[in-house]
Nanobody, 122 residues
Framework: QVLLVDSGGGLVQPGGSLRLSCTASGRTFGNYDMGWFRQAPGKEREFVAAIRWSGPRDYASFVRGRFTISRDNAKNTVYLQMNSLKHEDTAAYYC????????????????WGQGTQVTVSS
């Protein structure tokens, strides 16, 4: 069992930045791929970024170059640094943990945080 707690969301102006954090407890954090998904009202949950247990990163095309995912295995924490935020980035952001090779399909991820709201508005 892995318990994930998301934090760091808030209200930010377009062009601003936020850093989301997700702290895990339970089984060995370093053995899991970690990811971020988001869900806007009336839309399906979509993949944002992932960092594999071995280090490689994947990004959705719409955040590449603006968002950076990182992890600190000593702190059991994964981060999502979000820069140059746009109105369309407004959503609830969810941390996820999954086995090695978890895909952009949310069904391949086994554990989820409670979500943290990001609102981009002037």
């Amino acid at each position: 069992q892995v318990l994930l707690v998301d934090s760091g969301g808030g209200l930010v102006q377009p062009g601003g930045s936020l850093r989301l954090s997700c702290t895990a407890s339970g089984r060995t954090f370093g053995n899991y791929d970690m990811g971020w998904f988001r869900q806007a009202p009336g839309k399906e949950r979509e993949f944002v970024a992932a960092i594999r247990w071995s280090g490689p990163r994947d990004y959705a095309s719409f955040v590449r170059g603006r968002f950076t995912i990182s992890r600190d295995n000593a702190k059991n924490t994964v981060y999502l640094q979000m820069n140059s935020l746009k109105h369309e980035d407004t959503a609830a952001y969810y941390c996820a943990a999954g086995p090695s090779g978890s895909s952009s399909d949310s069904s391949s991820w086994g554990y989820w945080g409670q979500g943290t709201q990001v609102t981009v508005s002037s």
